[in-house]
C-alpha cells in the first residue's frame, strides 16, 4: 500500500503543477479528495491492514494528504497570480538548498591540516591490496586471526605467486611498505588517510571506515618524538581540556606497541554504551618493528621510526561537544543529524 500512496502522490503533484485555470483544478481535487475520489479510496483500505503496519501506514497517509492539500492551494494561488499574463518571468526563482561537507570529509580536512603543521606529507594507497603489503609485510604470522576470513574481506581472484591473496585493506599500515619502497629520499614523514574494511559492526565499529596512519623514518627517532606528535594531534583536535593515555599492547609491526585512548565525550569519563569505562580506544601506535624496516628495504641498524593509525570517524565522534552516541550516524542520511552540523 505504500507504493500506491507514493505512485498517486507523485501523479497528483505532476498533474496540479501542470495545470493552468481553476476548473482543471477543481476536476483534480474531486478525482483525488472527493468523497469517493482515489486517495478517500486507499484511506477506506486502512482498517483490512495488519495492526501492526496500520499506525506507520496512517501517519503515511496523513502526510499525503497534507502534501496533496499544499499543492492544490499553492498551485491555486499561482494561477491567481498568474491571471492573464501567463508566465511571469519577473517572478524570482527558487533557490536550491545548499548543502555543506559532509562530517567525514570534514574530519579528514581537520586530520590533515594538524599533521601538515608540523611537516607530514599526505599520502594515499589502495584499498584493494595484497596480502604482502597488508600482512607480511608488517610482520604478521600465517596464524595471524587478522588474515582470517572472519577478519578480513577477500578478493575472489587468483593469488599473486609473490604478494599472495588480494583482499580489501583492513588498516592503512598497508601504506607504510608501500611507501618505504617507493621512497626517493629519507626521512620518511608521511600520513595516509584513506576507506580500511573489516567484518564488524557496533556502535563504535563499521565495516567499512576511514584511517589515518602516520609513519617517520629517521635517524635517531625514539618514543620520546612519538609522544610528542600524539600530544601535539590531541592538544589540536580534543583540545587542551581532554585526557589521553596509552596502554602497552601487542602489534607485531611495533614494538614496543600501545593503544590510544580518550576520556570519552559523550559520559564525561564515567562509563557510558559507547566507552563502557570512561575510556574510549582511538587506535595503535608503536616504534616500528626491524622486520618491518627491513621489508621495506630499509636499514634496521641506522634508521628507526615509529607509526600509528587511528580511525577518523571514531576519533571524530569523540571531539569535544559533537556527543555522537554511536558511530554508525556518522553514515545516516538523515538529514534531522546532519543538518545539526
Not at 600524539?230 to 599492547?249: A, C, E, T, V
Not at 553514515?331 to 546532519?338: C, I
Request: with cysteine; glycine share 8%.
Amino acid at each position: 500500500m505504500q507504493e500506491d500512496v507514493s505512485k498517486l502522490r507523485n501523479e497528483f503533484i505532476s498533474r496540479a503543477l501542470s495545470t493552468e485555470n481553476k476548473e482543471e483544478l477543481e476536476a483534480l481535487r474531486i478525482e483525488f479528495l472527493g468523497k469517493n475520489g482515489r486517495f478517500t479510496a486507499l484511506l477506506k483500505q486502512l482498517k483490512d491492514i495488519d495492526p501492526s503496519e496500520r499506525k506507520h501506514v496512517g501517519e503515511l497517509l496523513n502526510e499525503t494528504k497534507k502534501v496533496l492539500e499544499d499543492t492544490l492551494s499553492g498551485q491555486q494561488r499561482e494561477n491567481e497570480q498568474r491571471g492573464e499574463r501567463g508566465f511571469d518571468e519577473t517572478i524570482p526563482g527558487i533557490k536550491p538548498p545548499i548543502g555543506h561537507i559532509h562530517l567525514i570529509s570534514k574530519a579528514i580536512d581537520e586530520i590533515s591540516a594538524v599533521f601538515e603543521n608540523i611537516g607530514f606529507v599526505r599520502r594515499r594507497y589502495p584499498e584493494v591490496e595484497w596480502d604482502w603489503f597488508a600482512f607480511e609485510s608488517l610482520n604478521f604470522t600465517k596464524l595471524h586471526p587478522a588474515r582470517d576470513n572472519w577478519e578480513t574481506f577477500f578478493v575472489d581472484t587468483p593469488a599473486d605467486p609473490k604478494l599472495g591473496p588480494m583482499l580489501l585493506t583492513p588498516h592503512t599500515s598497508s601504506g607504510q611498505a608501500r611507501e618505504m619502497l617507493e621512497k626517493v629520499t629519507l626521512p620518511i614523514r608521511m600520513i595516509n588517510i584513506s576507506k580500511c574494511y573489516r567484518r564488524q559492526s557496533d556502535a563504535s565499529h563499521l565495516t567499512m571506515l576511514h584511517q589515518f596512519e602516520g609513519l617517520v623514518i629517521d635517524t635517531n627517532i625514539n618514543f620520546v618524538h612519538l609522544k610528542g606528535t600524539i600530544d601535539y594531534f590531541m592538544n589540536s583536535f580534543f583540545g587542551p581540556n581532554r585526557k589521553s593515555r596509552l596502554r602497552p599492547y601487542n602489534f607485531p609491526f611495533t614494538e614496543p606497541s600501545f593503544e590510544l585512548d580518550i576520556s570519552c565525550d559523550i559520559c564525561g569519563g564515567k562509563g557510558c554504551k559507547l566507552c563502557k569505562q570512561g575510556w574510549l580506544e582511538l587506535g595503535g601506535a608503536g616504534m616500528v618493528h626491524p622486520n618491518v624496516l627491513k621489508a621495506g628495504n630499509i636499514d634496521a641498524k641506522k634508521y628507526r621510526g615509529f607509526a600509528f593509525g587511528w580511525g577518523v570517524e571514531r576519533a571524530y565522534m569523540m571531539k569535544s561537544g559533537l556527543r555522537v552516541p554511536d558511530i554508525r550516524m556518522l553514515n545516516s542520511t538523515d538529514l534531522r543529524f546532519l543538518t545539526q552540523f
